[in-house]
């Protein structure tokens, strides 16, 4: 998912979105644990998608304040 992606949808999209990713994160974390893991960089996406809706949602907040 892109940044731009991301800015077009609303907060409750994205704390969804977020919810999803971290479910997501904990499995592959499960999988890993048991050695069932095959596609190791998937955790690196899902923790930088994760990051980036953090990111636009922080801007947001900031750009609210002014």
Same mark, same amino acid.
Not at 21 to 26: A, I, T
Not at 35 to 48: D, P, S
């Given at each position: ?19 999803t990713l971290k479910d997501e994160l904990f499995n592959l974390?499960?999988?890993q644990a048991t050695g069932q893991l095959t596609n190791t $960089? @998937?955790? !690196? #996406? =899902?923790?930088?998608?994760? $990051? @980036?809706? !953090? #990111? =636009? ?10």
């Amino acid at each position: 998912m892109t940044a731009k992606e991301i800015r077009e949808k609303s907060n409750t999209e994205l704390l969804q979105e977020i919810e999803t990713l971290k479910d997501e994160l904990f499995n592959l974390r499960f999988q890993q644990a048991t050695g069932q893991l095959t596609n190791t $960089a @998937r955790m !690196k #996406t =899902v923790k930088k998608t994760i $990051a @980036r809706i !953090k #990111t =636009v949602m922080t801007e947001r907040e900031l750009g609210s304040q002014d």
